[in-house]
């Protein structure tokens, strides 16, 4: 059995910030997160796409907060379990103890749930069931993978906008089917992929893919139109996310829908277990990343206290220590 201080669940922006935090109060701190790589849905789902709310920054693409976010936290040197999940959760000798997936056991003095949407499952593109092959995608992290590429965008959400607008630089073509005329994203975001060379085709969905290793063209069927066969050897798949709480459902934990309940110290109804970011519920709850820093801060320091009851809820500013 590991002993921490504080173990976090979730290694997105909030989950960094509680990191780099606990270790600034000289807490020891482990991270857990399913994903392999620090970041979480910003990582995942929009690293290239710039965030314009996060205080001072202008505008900030989503790869280089998290960058920023990891180099921070790498400041106190917290040990990351990346690639695993948090399973279950008990108690021994009033302490949490976390179960997790690959077999160990992590005594916490406090855990720190910030686990955003909780687990997320992209939505499968129909016509990649009976696909053997590769070149099928749902996340980009590196736009610079499908350069001199003729890339397929299917959606019409914000996500499948923002890959346009990513990819326009750097593929040779960029091709977008939606199933209908109307777009979910962002009004901005569609006029500026509008004005670009990108084909938008409405009213459509891809009737099969072609290939057998790898995908060199796509069949789209078209309301009233023949079905065209494009030249393709790249799909990103834009069509959103499942998202569920996994094995925090099991834990005991008071929930609103897929949110946790917690006060203004940001405790939850379980001893010694905290929750902050777009994951918890509380009367005015707005979920932005700049929201979360601050909650992070919030349940750290609330959480430090209840370690050591000798500590003080508030350490001083950083620049105190400096």
Known sequence: MREVDVAIVGAGPTGLFAAYYAGFRGLSVAVVDALPEAGGQVTAMYPEKLIFDVAGFPS????????????QADTVGPDYLLGVRAEKLSYADGRPVLGLDIGDELRCGAVIITGGLGSFTPRPLPAADAFAGTGVRFFVPDPSELADRDVLIVGGGDSAFDWALTLHPVARSVTLVHRRDRFRAHAGSVAKVQALPVRIIVNAEVRRLLGSTAVTGAE????????????VDAVVAALGFTADLGPLAEWGLTLDRRHITVDSTMATNLPRVYAAGDITEYPGKVRLIATGFGEAATAVNNAAVVIDPTAHLFPGHSSDAS
């Not at 069927?221 to 023949?226: E, F, H, L, Q, Y």
């Open 60 to 71: 900030i693409k989503g790869r280089d907060l998290v960058a920023n976010l990891v180099a």
């Open 220 to 231: 789209i069927a078209a309301r009233g139109a023949a079905v065209e066969t494009l030249p």
